[in-house]
């Protein structure tokens, strides 16, 4: 019965375990049991040409030929390390005659004979056109999908083979270093007689016979597949291949197209080349590491992988699926000598070989290779995550992590050509609401005036009218609420004159927007935010915990909705007032001016002394928007450099998180939450921020001191 094994999620069966003296390395020791590659016996130094170029086996090259096409075909079982092994046989064609760019043949590793037998199995799933791979930093994955392209051409019949990579450039590069160069050293009996000139730096067409065999020799596994075949290559455009049939296509770094190439795109015009009619005829491999996300090339790849999730549903919406190992596997330094990946910390055996092979030091004992012994015994997981990291901050540690990626949201992380905070943080936090909706529930509602009477107790004067806000459920409400307040309307009434109460547990920003239409422009936006509240020394706050998101038909709607906040949650509201300044008698005619939060200190330019503060912030002062940008970078990423002590990771909506990461400084224009959330920030955060002057020389006292004028 033959074994079944699981690969990302995919349950693969193997093939039966032939018999035992079938299986290579059967008889060999443990130690001896490893992947060698063997050189071609000495009977094929020279071959046999006729004079129309085709090849000439004799019997015994016949046979050894004959031999190696079923090992390329049908795969092979090894012993490794004490483990049975098969390797596919487009994995063993890999090993065994596929040339690196750099001259040398590749090694076994374990983890690639997985991501083998994972292609193997759904390149035989009718409905899979392809597969989207994210690898790491020099995994080879590139190789290892021109190596297919060759077989394609080489085993298969009038097949139309292209690549393209990310520029022109690119593209010629790996068709004429990796395809071109491998292809010529392949062994005679596995190469196609080539139509076109040998060192053609274009595309490799084949000719329609293979060999030709000596009258009396056994033809029992001709090498005649291959025939009219051909590889080329293309510039990364929307038309490279639009028309047609393709036998295999090699999207090389896909997640790095440039932009006026949209990934998607391309794949949705390459895909028809890969069908005629519902029957596929061709695949497409597309391994990548990640562009940044604001670069074309890093969000359309990530659209193709989240199309091609095989574990949601099958077929994937774009026929493709994934594929995705972590860093750590196979990582060079942490292979032990069968090809395994020393992910944890290795054994003694591993752990003296290791050293043995990767740790360098001078006649002095010093460390003069980039492993020590300390760090193998770290383990590769440890090291990848730990080591290769420490130190790094900012973009240089976001293109570390997605340069090798441990998960598959660390691949997509977003590097941030312009991002103004640290986007690590963020896309955990992103990853954290994902993973918990259930303590991140926004309940959309709508908020209600409520207007009573209160009967006077005292004969003769009259009732007093009262004043409250509450809400209810409505799936068209602009109002999404995470927490109730903590006293609902506490605020206090004078004769209609309205003052909040609650101002030491909530703050509103407000980002509001001009008073017409706009084009492509932003929309009103309100974040109620719930200031520092620390219990049992734990911090309980420091989080927006409702927003307004909806457009209004009118201002005095949109201040309406405002000043409804600030009455049920009993605090002040900060404006935005670039765009205008009317919101203010509508507050004065409501008598609700108290809920006006004025310009805090911090933004008063020190420079300006007698500039008069106002109600609200200016996003237009050069000044009050560096302080925004700044005051928002604290409360995100807060103000150590070694460890994090900032507060994004208590934000519990998406929506508001994906714009901070996203938000352009010098175009807030598409950021209206995260404005709206500065406003708020702004009052919090400012007045801590406010430098305290002391004097030249004077000594810093503990307390306070004064002058007490006595009585002669």
């Known amino acids: 019965m033959s074994d079944i094994i699981e690969i ?3 349950t693969v069966r193997l093939p039966e375990l032939p018999p035992y003296e079938d299986i290579i390395n059967h008889d060999a020791p443990r130690a001896e049991q490893k992947w060698l590659k063997r050189e071609l016996p000495s009977f094929f130094d020279k071959v046999e040409y006729n004079k129309k170029g085709d090849l000439i086996l004799t019997a015994k090259q016949e046979s050894y030929a004959a031999e190696e096409v079923r090992k390329c075909k049908n795969g092979v079982w090894y012993k490794i390390g004490g483990s049975y092994r098969y390797l596919t046989g487009k994995y063993y064609f890999f090993l065994q005659y596929y040339i690196l760019e750099d001259g040398n043949a590749p090694e076994f590793r374990e983890a690639d004979r997985l991501y083998f037998l994972f292609y193997d199995h759904w390149f035989n799933i009718d409905w899979c056109l392809g597969n989207i791979r994210i690898k790491k930093r020099r995994q080879g994955a590139s190789s290892q999908s021109c190596s297919n392209i060759l077989y394609e051409a080489i085993f298969y019949k009038n097949s139309n083979c292209g690549l393209l990579s990310k520029t022109k450039e690119d593209s010629k590069d790996t068709f004429t270093q990796m395809i071109t160069a491998a292809y010529r050293q392949l062994p005679a009996f596995l190469k196609p007689k080539q139509v076109n000139k040998e060192d053609s730096v274009t595309e490799l067409v084949f000719a329609h016979k293979a060999q030709t065999l000596k009258e009396g020799v056994s033809d029992a596994q001709k090498i005649e597949e291959g025939h009219n075949s051909r590889i080329n290559y293309k510039a990364p455009v929307l038309n490279a291949y639009d028309r047609g049939r393709m036998s295999y296509v090699l999207g090389d770094e896909f997640g790095k197209l440039p932009q006026d190439v949209p990934a998607s795109r391309l794949l949705a015009i390459i895909s028809k080349t890969l069908v005629r009619g519902v029957k596929r005829v061709g695949w497409i491999d597309m391994p990548s590491t990640v562009n940044e996300m604001t670069a074309g090339g890093g969000a359309e790849y990530k659209k193709i992988w989240d199309y091609a999730d095989q574990f949601k549903k099958t077929p994937t919406v774009n026929r493709i699926v994934r ?11 942490f292979i032990d000598e069968f090809g395994d990946s020393v992910i944890d910390e290795p054994t003694e055996e591993q752990y003296a070989y290791l050293v043995d092979k990767w740790v360098r ?3 002095y004992g010093e ?8 760090d193998i015994r770290l383990g590769a997981k440890v090291y990848v995550l730990n080591k290769l990291r420490d130190g790094k901050t900012g973009t240089d540690l976001e293109e570390e992590i997605r340069m090798n990626p441990c998960t598959e949201d660390e691949a997509f992380l977003y590097a941030g050509v312009g991002c103004e905070y640290n986007a690590v943080n963020f896309n955990n936090q992103i990853k954290w609401i994902e993973d918990h909706p259930e303590q991140c529930y926004w309940r959309q509602s709508r908020l209600v005036i409520k207007r009573d009477k209160i009967k006077s107790i005292v004969h003769g004067k009259p009732d007093r009218d009262t004043l409250s806000v509450g809400y209810m459920d409505d799936t068209k409400g602009g109002w999404f609420i995470l927490e109730e307040p903590s006293r609902p309307n506490h605020f206090s009434d004078r004769n209609g004159y309205l003052e909040p109460l609650n101002k030491i547990a909530y703050q509103i920003g407000v980002d509001t927007t001009q008073d017409r239409i706009a084009v492509a422009g932003s929309n009103p936006a309100i974040v109620v935010f719930k200031k520092s509240c620390i219990i049992n020394g734990e911090e309980t706050g420091m989080y927006p915990v409702a927003l307004w998101i909806s457009p209004t038909r009118l201002d005095i709607h949109f201040d309406d909705e405002v000043r409804k906040a600030c009455l049920w949650y009993g605090c002040e509201a900060n404006y935005e007032i670039d765009r205008r300044t009317d919101f203010y008698r509508f507050f004065c005619k409501e008598n609700c001016q108290k809920f006006l939060t004025w310009t805090p200190k911090v933004m008063m330019n020190p420079l300006k002394p007698n500039k008069m503060p106002e109600y609200g912030s200016r996003s237009g002062d050069p000044f009050q928007l560096a302080q925004m940008l700044q005051i928002s970078k604290l409360y995100a990423d807060g103000d ?11 934000v519990k909506h998406i929506e508001l998180i994906k714009q901070g990461l996203h938000y352009n400084h010098l175009d807030r224009t598409k950021s209206d939450l995260w404005v709206a959330l500065q406003m708020a920030l702004v009052p919090v955060f400012g007045e801590m921020q406010i430098p305290q002057k002391i004097q030249s020389g004077a000594p810093r ?12």
């Open 640 to 650: 150590d450099n070694e460890v994090y002590n900032g507060h994004i990771h208590r």
């Open 367 to 374: 460390l003069i290779s980039e492993l020590s012994e300390d």
């Open 701 to 712: 006292l503990l307390l306070p001191q004064y002058k007490i004028k006595m009585v002669s």
């Open 361 to 363: 030091r001078n006649e």
């Open 8 to 10: 990302y999620g995919t």
């Open 323 to 333: 594929f995705f190992q972590p860093a750590y596997e196979s990582y060079d330094g």
